[in-house]
């Protein structure tokens, strides 16, 4: 799909030629492991204006997964026949065949319920957002502590091999460097603390206190 038309296919959604005009959008975006889920899963509790855009991704599912609820779990030739299709806002592969991407559906089906989406996606995918709805979408960059700090909560999920584990912390460092790429940074130290922070992030740019 050329940018021309994935811009114009955006344009469309987000101008308000879908059913709710001026609808406002939020980009959770992080390194792996910094916590963005966490926050995002509590901002859904908190707030009825929001719901989440479920990514399509080809990685396997894991146990405590549902596909439709966490991820739409596709073959790579699946994935591969939708991005020829032009149905993705914005895809990505991360590592050979291991595909992320946004589905226009999902946004499409989001906005008919008349709320805002909040996206959880890695940083190449947020940048992709941002730069084509610079005031429709505000972007929020999930910062560890420190990159050690990360890797040691990478380690104890224990849910990687050890080759695994240092292909994701390489390309961790490399996402580390795109913070100011993004409107807003929440350092996930205390928890508590930030998801704070995030509930005040969402209630300003939804003005939902005036």
Same mark, same amino acid.
């Given at each position: 799909?050329?940018?021309?038309?994935?811009?114009?296919?955006l344009?469309?959604?987000?101008?308000?030629?879908?059913?709710q005009?001026?609808k406002?959008?939020?980009?959770f975006?992080?390194?792996?492991g910094?916590?963005?889920?966490t926050?995002?899963r509590?901002?859904?509790?908190?707030f009825d204006e929001?719901d989440f855009?479920?990514?399509?991704?080809?990685r396997?599912?894991r146990?405590?997964?549902?596909?439709?609820?966490?991820y739409?779990?596709?073959?790579?030739?699946?994935?591969?026949?939708?991005i020829?299709?032009?149905?993705?806002?914005?895809?990505?592969?991360?590592?050979?065949?291991?595909f992320?991407g946004?589905l226009?559906?999902?946004?499409?089906?989001?906005?008919?319920?008349?709320?805002?989406?909040?996206?959880?996606?890695?940083? &190449?995918? +947020?940048v992709? $957002?941002?730069?084509? /709805?610079? !005031?429709k979408?505000?972007t929020?960059?999930?910062?560890p502590?420190?990159?050690?700090?990360?890797?040691?909560?990478?380690?104890?999920?224990?849910?990687?091999?050890?080759?695994?584990?240092k292909?994701?912390?390489?390309?961790?460092?490399?996402?580390?460097?795109?913070?100011s790429?993004?409107?807003?940074?929440?350092?996930?130290?205390?928890?508590e603390?930030?998801? &704070?922070? +995030?509930e005040? $992030?969402?209630?300003? /740019?939804? !003005?939902?206190d005036?």
């Open positions: 799909m050329s940018w021309k038309r994935l811009k114009n296919s344009l469309t959604l987000f101008s308000g030629k879908s059913n005009v001026g406002k959008h939020i980009v975006t992080a390194p792996s910094a916590g963005k889920t926050i995002v509590h901002l859904l509790k908190e929001l855009s479920v990514s399509a991704t080809t396997e599912k146990a405590h997964e549902t596909d439709g609820k966490d739409y779990f596709l073959t790579p030739h699946h994935f591969k026949t939708k020829s299709n032009g149905e993705f806002v914005e895809y990505e592969e991360v590592y050979t065949d291991q992320y946004t226009f559906s999902e946004i499409e089906r989001i906005e008919k319920l008349g709320k805002s989406i909040v996206f959880d996606i890695d940083v &190449e995918g +947020a992709s $957002i941002k730069n084509a /709805f610079a !005031d979408v505000m929020v960059f999930i910062k502590p420190s990159f050690e700090i990360l890797k040691q909560r990478l380690i104890d999920r224990n849910t990687e091999s050890e080759a695994s584990l292909k994701r912390l390489k390309r961790v460092e490399k996402e580390m460097t795109f913070e790429k993004f409107d807003q940074t929440l350092v996930n130290d205390l928890l603390v930030a998801l &704070e922070e +995030a005040i $992030i969402v209630r300003n /740019f939804l !003005d939902l005036s």
